[in-house]
């Protein structure tokens, strides 16, 4: 069951500097929101401090209606895709999607058959012998999303995960993202910089500017309708 996840009045400061400011924010179960914003807007924080790999200084996180914001990353089951595909060099990609199951003592049956699984969704089945150094920025990109896959988490948050691939392989990327969440039908927070991949996967977009959430709507009310001059040029 994939849960809400909710931020009531979440603040968040690095030292003096204030980079999450007052955001309330309501992701509804199964949805596929996308954080948008320029760099140092606070959206990857915001989804660090979702995922519990950056503490706030204020305010509540809840997954399925329980104040998650004290506890450890581990016991969140959230799975977070970095931007750096970040695999272990020495595995191949069998091992590499078969770690997550192995560090939490799954039986070797069970973590067969689901890393088999999820390759086959992800098409990287023919990739399983493989180690990362011989594989291209796609492939690596789907072993990272498989890897988070296998744990059938409750949540997926990614923090621009196909940021440095080129533009061709970005667009199928997109296509392949938007068809796993429905497959998957987890709830799903995604960071990106970028207007054109915030308006072709996102059921609603949430812009930041300065720790601040400026708008949030779907991508027809965002780009239509923006609420200030900001929002307006951005998205425009």
């Keep these: ?16 500097l ?8 309501t992701v509804e179960e199964t949805e596929f929101i996308v954080f948008l914003g320029q760099s140092g807007c606070g959206k990857t924080t915001t989804l660090r401090a979702i995922a519990g790999l950056e503490t706030i200084d204020s305010g509540e996180i809840l997954l399925a209606g329980q104040p998650v914001q004290d506890r450890r990353p581990e016991e969140r089951d959230i799975a977070f895709v970095f931007q750096s595909f970040a695999l272990y060099p020495h595995m191949t990609v069998y091992e590499n999607m078969a770690f997550p199951l192995r560090a939490v003592g799954r039986p070797r049956a069970e973590v067969d058959a689901t890393v088999r699984r999820v390759a086959k969704v992800l098409q990287t089945t023919h990739l399983l012998r493989r180690r990362p150094s ?3 920025g796609g492939d690596l990109q789907r072993v990272a999303i498989g890897r988070a896959l296998v744990r059938n988490p409750k949540a997926m948050l990614m923090d621009e995960p196909i940021g440095s691939l080129d533009a061709k392989l970005r667009e199928e990327m997109r296509a392949e993202l938007k068809r796993l969440h ?12 970028d207007q054109i991949e915030a308006m072709s996967l996102a059921d609603r977009i949430v812009v930041m500017h300065g720790g601040v959430l400026q708008q949030v709507g779907t991508p027809a009310e965002v780009y239509a309708d923006p609420v200030n001059l900001f929002v307006a040029q951005f998205v425009g």
């Design 134 to 136: 011989a594989l291209s």
């Design 182 to 193: 429905v497959e998957q039908g987890s709830t799903t927070i995604y960071v990106t910089h």
């Design 18 to 25: 204030h980079v999450i400011k007052d955001v309330n924010l």
């Design 1 to 16: 069951m994939s849960p809400r996840i909710e931020l009531r009045s979440v603040d968040k400061y690095f030292g003096a």
